[in-house]
């Protein structure tokens, strides 16, 4: 199991464990062709950044909330458990197969080219779509931090056409900026990513110590339902508000997906995964239970449609309500940047594989950078043209972003499911692995396959949850009745496309080999 304590900064790495690391590699396939330039906080960093509990707690808080009521919170350590079970599970694949492209070279070594390639896909199209979400945050903070923010209109809400084309031009210059980071070279990448996730910590532990300093009831008011509990049938509310944790609690696999860049990764990355899921876990948990004892009232309606921004400019006064907001603002641009710089390196390993149209482009890595330039400005253009969408049908956008984390969950689903019909057939074939020093590499041994199973079990029920017509979900207002049926009518959508892009006999895959 994973440490409670951060990773210490690395320091310089010696070339024999680089030279080891490369050999490593061409043993799984690969010619070392990325910069490996990522020690254990920069591996860390990666997939905390990617989940950023600051930016996603900050908007999603008032969706829990105003489902489920205070009691809402215990969704948050079911969803924890679930996910940490499915970690686990890429622990050990992370430990055998230190592979950009996890998600892909994973489902790809357990289910065949199919199921990896389909994985793969899924993946792209929800990251895509989860950093235009991440971007559009921008409008909720910027316009608060100074009004010079708001460059059209006086309206900031992002359901207004003046909030809502401000938040295509913010979050176009942002990605503009993390685009540009991304292909200059990972170095640069990993020291903003690691600046921002302490900026990100640091913002964690002041707003719960605020929350806890001002708070205006005991930590008992995680039992109290709220007005939904007044009615018949809470638990399927309390299911609904699940939803909040369950958008929250994906993405600490990026280590995984980093792994060519990193130093050791065989040790680093299923340590890293871990602990990125963990420790926001923790620090998410506690900042929800905070809010909901420092909040000026339960039943007001304010924290049910305004969330953790209520409960901040209630208690906080300027200047430091403004460096909290600041501090988010940061949190959002390294989210945006790490879910960007996650499926670059996803594509570039399909287009490696000659797996993706135009994969002779999208694989060419810059020799001066290190970095895989061109899948870095694609996902850039595509995360822009999601975010055109906004401007015509704020509904729609919300609805997209809401049915992309269905993708992530089936994307890591098809990972599962296939590691588990291998654990059945005797896999880890070689047992226990070690590393090229003799140190044994992370394994669940003889749990493997009950935690498999219950990653499948929680994967399969949350896949259902996320995905269920839900109108007060997809339709709250309810002009759109098609919108009701997202879920299922996107994920169809994407395996048609899929279907069409799905290159057939014009590439061969490298072998792939089990006992690794």
């Not at 990125?276 to 000026?296: F, K, R």
């Not at 009950?450 to 995905?467: F, H």
């Amino acid at each position: 199991m994973s440490s409670t304590t951060l990773p210490a900064p690395e320091g310089p790495t010696s070339p024999t464990i680089s030279s080891r690391d490369h050999s490593d590699l061409a043993e799984l396939g690969y010619e070392q062709q990325l910069h490996r330039k990522l020690g254990k906080f920069a591996s860390f960093a990666a997939g905390f950044s990617f989940v950023s509990i600051l930016t996603t707690i900050f908007q999603l808080f008032a969706l829990g909330f105003s489902f489920g009521g205070p009691a809402f919170f215990f969704t948050w350590p079911l969803v924890f458990l679930g996910q940490f079970m499915v970690a686990l599970n890429f622990a050990e694949l992370a430990a055998r197969y230190p592979i950009s492209g996890a998600i892909y070279q994973w489902s790809r070594r357990m289910g065949g080219e199919i199921v990896g390639w389909f994985a793969g896909w899924f993946m792209i199209i929800a990251q895509i779509v989860t950093a235009s979400a991440a971007a559009i945050a921008l409008q909720v903070v910027l316009p608060s931090i100074w009004s010079g923010f708001q460059l059209v209109g006086d309206d900031p809400a992002l359901t207004s056409p003046s909030g809502a084309t401000n938040a295509v031009i913010l979050g176009s210059v942002l990605l503009v900026m993390t685009t540009t980071i991304n292909s200059i070279g990972v170095n640069w990448m990993a020291r903003i990513n690691s600046i921002g996730v302490t900026c990100e910590i640091v913002g964690v532990i002041a707003l719960v110590l605020v929350f806890f300093t001002h708070a205006q009831r005991g930590p008992q008011v995680v039992l109290d339902t709220g007005a939904p509990g007044t009615e018949s049938g809470y638990i399927w509310a309390w299911i609904v508000s699940g939803l909040m944790a369950a958008y929250v609690m994906v993405g600490f696999g990026s280590a995984g997906e980093l792994a060519e860049e990193t130093h050791n990764p065989r040790r680093v990355a299923p340590r890293t995964i871990r602990l990125a899921l963990s420790a926001s876990a923790l620090g998410g948990g506690v900042m929800i239970v905070g809010a909901l004892m420092a909040a000026p009232s339960l039943t007001d309606g304010n924290l049910a449609t305004l969330g953790l921004p209520y409960v901040i400019d209630s208690i906080l006064t300027s200047p430091w309500g403004t460096v909290l907001l600041v501090d988010v603002a940061i949190a959002v641009f390294i989210c945006t940047l790490a879910i960007q710089t996650a499926a670059t390196r996803l594509m570039f390993s399909m287009a490696r594989d000659g797996r993706l149209p135009g994969s002779k482009l999208l694989c060419t890595v810059n020799p001066r950078t290190g970095t895989p330039i061109a899948p870095a400005v694609l996902i850039g253009l595509a995360c822009i043209a999601v975010l055109a969408v906004n401007v015509g049908n704020a509904a729609l956008f919300t609805t997209l972003t809401s049915v992309c984390i269905v993708l992530i969950y089936l994307a890591y689903l098809m990972v599962t499911v296939p590691l588990l019909v291998q654990r059945l057939k005797g896999w880890p074939n070689g047992g226990i692995a070690f590393d090229a020093e003799g140190n044994k590499l992370f394994t669940l041994g003889r749990v493997g396959v009950p935690v498999n199973l219950v990653a499948v079990l929680y994967g399969g029920l949350m896949v259902i949850n996320l995905s269920w017509p839900r109108a007060e979900i997809f339709n709250p207002t309810g002009e759109f009745p098609l919108l009701q049926w997202a879920a299922p009518l996107t994920v169809l959508a994407v395996v048609i496309a899929g279907i069409a892009c799905f290159p057939r006999g014009k590439t061969h895959p490298r072998p792939v080999n089990l006992g690794a």
